[in-house]
């Protein structure tokens, strides 16, 4: 083993440590991403001042075992530690280890909900209101939301869907491939903000004017016909899946690990449903791990 008390830098993959840091605003979800990262196997260290990120790193190298997949859960707005995430990142990086950053997100609205459902305040409202207290945590962490790998908006998620999302992003498959989720969304509900492409599948005919088709969602057979008969569906897919596979490879190289393909209609039940399990379908069959999520499935 090497050393790791000398100056010696590590390979990652000599280190063979999976790393994951886990931040973002109070109220998103971060306890929830803790106990789901560790539901598949990764040792997790709640609460640890940023400070102490590279010794804990160091400390799981060393133990070697269970702790080789750790995940170091952060609140960086304790003014007591410095909040240059990108800096303590950095600092692992030149010591060999390879981590990936997780923000965890969600809309002011859904923040107040939360934090008055449980009757609690912000940690930062001092005197203010809620909203004043989400404005400053948002402000301080502009920076390590930017430096992210992965941005998990909850705005629209259960307990048990971002378990699963989080499941389906660290669990089983090799970790640093391109993991890609196609994401089906309405455009009456707003763009979702963690999409690094959005497609928009309302150029096609709508089933909610079929009558037999307008209860049913694209996840059924007679939908998904439908939306994928229709004239230019299959070149709209053929077409994506050309470019996500054409561009796959250099993110991998550029050390992105995860992509977002944002795909909407207008309420995110029929087309952009078909088109999304269609997509992902075609990406796996190009040997590209793509998984399949629907964000407004169900609100009507």
């Known amino acids: 083993m090497p050393d790791l008390g000398n100056d010696e830098v590590l390979e990652p993959d000599e280190a063979g440590t999976d790393l994951v840091v886990v931040t973002g605003l109070s109220g998103g979800g971060r306890s929830t991403v803790a106990r789901a990262l560790e ?7 709640d609460n640890l001042p940023q400070a102490l990120m590279l010794e804990m790193a160091e400390l799981a190298f060393a133990a070697g075992g269970a702790a080789r997949r750790t995940a170091m859960v952060l609140d960086v707005r304790s003014r007591a530690f410095s909040t240059d995430l990108a800096g303590a990142v950095r600092a692992l990086k030149e010591r060999g280890f390879s981590p990936r950053v997780v923000f965890v997100d969600a809309d002011d609205e859904v923040l107040i909900r939360r934090f008055e459902s449980v009757r609690r305040s912000h940690p930062l409202q001092g005197d203010g209101r809620l909203a ?10 502009e920076e390590a939301r930017e430096q992210s790998d992965v941005i998990i908006d909850t705005s629209h998620l259960n307990v048990n869907q971002l378990r699963r ?20 969304f309405g455009f009456k509900y707003g763009l979702p903000p963690d999409a690094d492409y959005v497609l928009d599948a309302r150029f096609l005919p709508n089933p909610f004017w079929v ?9 059924e057979e007679g939908v998904s016909s439908y939306v994928l008969g229709q004239e230019g569906a299959t070149d709209f897919v053929a077409t994506y899946a050309g470019l996500i596979a054409a561009t796959a490879p250099g993110f ?12 909407g209609c207008t309420g995110g039940k029929h087309r952009s449903v078909a088109i999304t399990e269609e997509l992902a379908a075609r990406l796996s069959d190009m040997r590209l791990s793509a998984h399949t999520s629907h964000r407004d499935l169900g609100r009507e």
Request: hydrophobic share 40%; aromatic share 6%.
């Open 132 to 141: 004043d207290g989400i404005a400053a945590e948002r402000k301080l962490l």
């Open 252 to 263: 991998e190289r550029e050390g992105k690990r995860y992509l977002t393909v944002a795909i």
């Open 39 to 45: 539901n598949v196997g990764f040792y997790v260290v």
């Open 211 to 219: 009558p037999e088709l307008r209860e049913h969602t694209g996840l």
């Open 165 to 184: 999302r989080v499941e389906e992003l660290f669990g089983g498959e090799d970790s640093r491939k391109l993991r890609i989720t196609v994401l089906s």
